[in-house]
């Protein structure tokens, strides 16, 4: 069975830490890029950063940028997102998707997705 399935989630203060994992089965993600976007009660799915599976290229939301890192391992393929200086707008579900097109920021260029993970980040 093909799947993503994403961990780390939960509370954190303004200011704290978290780290997502996102852990894929199935030989269809040998070979594909990552990203993470997020949804907040009452808005559109956003991208939040993507990494290629070759080379390491990394791409960030404006909003994330200097404050969280996309990272992988491609021996467990798993990919990760280290968010650091966690603000109350970063509150959302996380989700994880797979595409096969490189550094893609629309949630259109994605074909498969895991089934979330919660962050909520208090003030």
């Known amino acids: 069975q093909v799947q993503l399935v994403e961990s780390g989630g939960g509370l954190v203060q303004a200011g704290g830490s978290l780290r997502l994992s996102c852990a894929a089965s199935?030989?269809?993600?040998?070979?594909?890029?990552r990203g993470w976007f997020r949804q907040a009660p009452g808005k559109e799915r956003e991208f939040v950063a993507a990494?290629?599976?070759?080379?390491?290229?990394?791409y960030y939301a404006d909003s994330v940028k200097g404050r969280f890192t996309i990272s992988r391992d491609n021996t467990k393929n798993t990919v990760y997102l280290q968010m650091n200086s966690l603000k109350p707008d970063d509150t959302a579900v996380y989700y994880c998707?797979?595409?096969?097109?490189?550094?893609?920021?629309?949630?259109?260029?994605?074909?498969?997705w895991g089934q979330g993970t919660q962050v909520t980040v208090s003030s």
């Open positions: 998707a797979a595409s096969s097109i490189t550094g893609v920021r629309t949630v259109y260029g994605y074909d498969f």
């Open positions: 199935g030989r269809t993600f040998s070979s594909r890029a």
């Open positions: 990494i290629s599976w070759i080379g390491g290229n990394t």
